[in-house]
């Protein structure tokens, strides 16, 4: 059993930075992919930046040199480092792991973005 906890999430104006954190209730270092997803009022959700345990990382178009995933297996933590925030960045961020058979959920934190 994964329990993650989000952390970091609130309210800024466009152009601006924040940086998510996922903390997880073990050891992170086996688990396969770690991620962030993100759900906006009304859309679906959506992957926003994947890592897996040997660190390569990958990203949706919309935020490809602007935001950062990355993870620190010592403080059994992933972080998503987002920079240059545009107001359609605002949604609830969710963290996800993926170990083994088993897809674990984070309770989401929210971003705001204001133009």
């Known amino acids: 059993q994964v329990q993650l906890v989000e952390s970091g999430g609130g309210s800024v104006q466009a152009g601006g930075s924040l940086r998510l954190s996922c903390a997880s209730s073990?050891?992170?270092?086996?688990?396969?992919?770690m991620g962030w997803y993100r759900q906006a009022p009304r859309k679906q959700r959506e992957l926003v930046a994947v890592?897996?345990?040997?660190?390569?990382?990958n990203y949706v178009d919309s935020v490809k040199g602007r935001f950062t995933i990355s993870r620190d297996n010592a403080k059994n933590t992933v972080y998503l480092q987002m920079n240059s925030l545009k107001p359609e960045d605002t949604a609830v961020y969710y963290c996800?792991?993926?170990?083994?058979?088993?897809?674990?959920w984070g309770q989401g934190t929210q971003v705001t973005v204001s133009s």
């Open positions: 890592i897996t345990s040997d660190g390569i990382t």
């Open positions: 073990g050891s992170i270092s086996s688990i396969n992919f």
């Open positions: 996800n792991a993926l170990k083994m058979a088993y897809v674990y």
